[in-house]
């Protein structure tokens, strides 16, 4: 069983950017598709950038975050990151790491393809 931990959340001014951490266990960030996920107050848990398996490593990103947000992964580190710039308060809410089962080229956005998630860590953006 793969497990995923995050850091790196904290509470931000408007404009400021973070890095969120996921460090990964049992399983290897290239070997398979990776995720952020946010779920902020009283919405639906949301897909917000991805990256594919393999060496190339195909990003996608949710239009919030396009140009925004920058997924990256250190394989000798295992681990998955995320940077965030420019936030906005908009952008408040638990951020997920997720990582497939199985190798995946061409990553997607949504919950249902991904298998194993951290416990998450919070960001929050004051205005």
């Known amino acids: 069983q793969a497990q995923l931990v995050e850091s790196g959340g904290a509470s931000v001014q408007a404009g400021g950017s973070l ?3 996921c460090s990964v266990s049992r399983l290897t960030v290239t ?3 990776m995720a952020w996920f946010r779920q902020r107050p009283g919405e ?3 897909g917000i950038a ?3 398996s393999g ?3 195909t990003t996608v990103y949710a239009d919030s975050v396009k140009g925004r947000f920058t997924i ?3 394989m000798y ?3 998955l990151y995320l940077q965030l710039s420019s936030l906005q308060p908009e952008d408040t809410a ?3 790491c997720a990582a497939a089962q199985r190798w995946r080229v061409v990553p997607g956005l949504y919950d249902f393809e991904y298998d194993y998630w951290g416990q998450g860590t919070q960001v929050n953006v004051a205005s």
């Open 19 to 21: 890095r969120l951490s």
């Open 55 to 57: 060496s190339t490593g």
């Open 31 to 33: 070997g398979t598709a």
């Open 77 to 79: 580190k295992n681990s």
């Open 72 to 74: 990256s992964r250190d």
């Open 94 to 96: 638990m951020y997920y």
């Open 44 to 46: 639906e848990r949301e």
């Open 50 to 52: 991805a990256m594919g």
